[in-house]
């Protein structure tokens, strides 16, 4: 399991990586909010779950979605803006839907996704269906009013939905520290009676852990769980920002608390130095075929800009 | 004719939803006071005691998670009614219908769809003052992805309501407060009524009135007078804004010559400016005055009674108004 997770941290990685040098190219139009630095957060909790169950992200969600199993040549293709990209080309990098992998949606709205996380519970709850959803969102999501009234009622209503908040310190650039008063995100739990736990968002094993330990009672209809998972964009907030608002010294330190990093120095205690390699051989062809794949694809008809308004008017 | 059977317009509403959750068991309601209550209006009451707490839900004073979660669960299958007490408060959940209902279907490439009702209530004429009187219809028809449905009497109430719950797009069906109460022809059977299909309340020859919810009424009065001075009306409901029969509008000012869109929200761009718009766009060789609008007032609907009288449109100046127009 440890090297399906390295096998995925080091896809996502990768993924960022070259999706920042696609946009370098001028071939990614829109602007990349990379989550280099959080891949443990996408996986750690993805692989803590089954095939039927949910997502739902944010602008900020590729790695959520690759974790989740969405197959990156369909990434790829939309973020360029491609006919064959995930939603045709009409989403971009903020907006990912991939039904066929429970992958619903990402949302550009801070916070927005958590009332429709507590809808897509209910349902869950309504069809007496075993599945979980996952919310994901940013520190600076927990203080709008949308995850009040949305925790609130997945609470009231013991909904099978685990919010997980990957803080990664900043609301594009406010400091979490400088929004609220907490020092730990997952004290709002105990203002909804649901329980919460924080762990370090750099270490796979543990948001697994965590997500695992809960997953029962989640899925068992005991209500929500909030997971706070500290981790660090390194990244601007969208590629290109200048972030004046921090210093180097700071995401160097962050630096060197590399996820990706982190469990690969764990595996190599235990595995030998070649089967990692060929891992991370096989992750690159296959990014590489999925980005030629999506270079190499067309762009929509303008015809499809008035489709999928309405079902059938 | 065995059906002259005459209902509120609220007793029509409770038998369109009560029909659906027959009909299909994905259907459940979902909004504040709706339970227990029966809905502030009487819209939703005996549902509870029939369909159980399971499938009609009373929620905390959180519109963004009632719209929130109404769209969640349609991702996967269900089909929630939400109702949204007052329209003013929809306010508190704009972005959860604009950004995400209205647009979740396009943003997907047609992955999803999100086929909710939000039933609401706006309107002035029981002295509520300015957050609980407002008339927002035109604020949705500007959002490409919705659906805005008006009806204005229970047989329509009652059809398009049906409509609205099998379609598979977002609703937005607003009611109007002082429409609850009034009775209307509902037969027994089964009936709906489709979008895009204007209603011509009464034929005329002499000019169009289009008009829309509690206005139609008025209208119809108005028009009734107008016959005696020798003014022959014909009295369009659009009955749905998005879509709307633009056909039946232009053939009926193609006509008479002559159009006047009566509407309770602010004259400011409101409904009649767009649907004046089109009505030039397409019949202007054929207008023999320009379109007037006859609508509320741009200022926010106060208290008192005779104020509050004399901001909306009533039967005295739509008279006042079509006489001047067919001089």
Redesign the interface.
Known sequence: MLLKMYELMYMIRRFEEISLELAMQNLISGRIHSAIGQEAVAVGVCTALDRND?I?STHRGQGHALAKGTEPERIFAEIMGKAN???????GVM?L???EHGF??T???VG?N???????????K??KKKDV?VCFFGDGAVNT??FH??I??AS??NLPVLFVCENNQYAQSTLSKSSTMLSELSARAKGYNIKGETVDGNDVISVYKSVREHMKEIRGGKGPFLLEAVTYRIRGHFEGDSCSYRSKEEVEGWKRKCPVLKLKENLLKKINKVELTGIENMVEDRLREAKDSALNSGYPPREIIT??????? | MNNIREITFAEALVEAMREEMKRDKNV?LIGEDIGNWGGVFGATKGLLEEFGG?RV?D??I?E??I????????????K?IAEIMYIDFIT?AM??IV??AAK??????????VPIVIRTQGGAGRNSASQHSQSMEAWFINV??L?VVMPSNSYDAKGLLKTAIR???PVIFIEHKMLYRSKGHVPEEEYLIP??KADIKKSGDDITVISISRMVDMVLKASEGLCKEGIEVEVIDPRTLV?LDEETIINSVKKTGKCVIVHEAPKTGGVGAEIASRIMEKAFDYLDAPVIRIAGLDVPIPYEKSLEDFVCPDEERIIQEIKNLCK
């Open positions: 949910y739902l990209g995930l939603a045709k080309g009409k989403g907006h839907c991939d039904l619903l949606t949302t550009g709205i927005s958590i009332p429709i996380a507590a809808g897509v519970g209910l349902a869950i309504m069809k959803v009013g949308a009234e949305g609130n009622l009231l209503w489709e999928d308004v309405y079902s059938n008017l | 459940f399971e839900l929620t905390p959180s963004s998670a719209v929130g979660a109404s769209i969640g669960a349609s991702l996967i299958g269900m929630p508190i972005d959860q950004n995400h979740l279907r396009y943003m997907s490439g047609g992955q999803l769809k490409p992805g659906i379609n598979n797009d979008f895009g879509p």
